[in-house]
């Protein structure tokens, strides 16, 4: 299920910036888990928990604890420097940026 952010991720990179558009409202949807319209940090911290187990893949429970700690300090990091207005949440459109923030970071790409 967690393979929806992982493609937001590639289809960033991609054209057709509708589709990527279209499918990061999706992914947004998702994990906006009490449909406030903004991603707070608990939910935040379950996306970068998924995108992150996409691309590295767990082995074992300490693996999957170490990935939930990583994606934590991600998740407070990146709120910190999305969230403008300090609202402790972030909308849409910071939500985008961040995931390709993320995703740059991940596969070391500019
Ligand atoms: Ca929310």
Known sequence: ??????????????ENRKRYNEHLLKVF???DKDS?????LEEFVLTIRDFLC?????????QIMLIES????IS??????????ASGDISFSEFRTAIQTVY???????
């Not at 299920?1 to 991609?14: E, H, N, R, Y």
């Not at 406030?36 to 707070?40: A, H, K, R």
């Open 54 to 62: 996409e691309m590295i893949i767990p082995m074992n429970d300490s």
């Open 104 to 110: 740059k970071k991940m596969v070391g790409e500019e």
């Open 36 to 40: 406030s319209g903004s991603i707070d």
């Open 29 to 31: 949807a998702k994990y």
């Open 76 to 85: 407070e990091e990146l709120i910190a420097e999305m969230d403008a207005d």
């Open 1 to 14: 299920m967690s393979d929806f952010v992982f493609q937001a991720g590639i289809t960033g990179f991609v």
């Open 70 to 73: 990583i994606a934590r300090n």
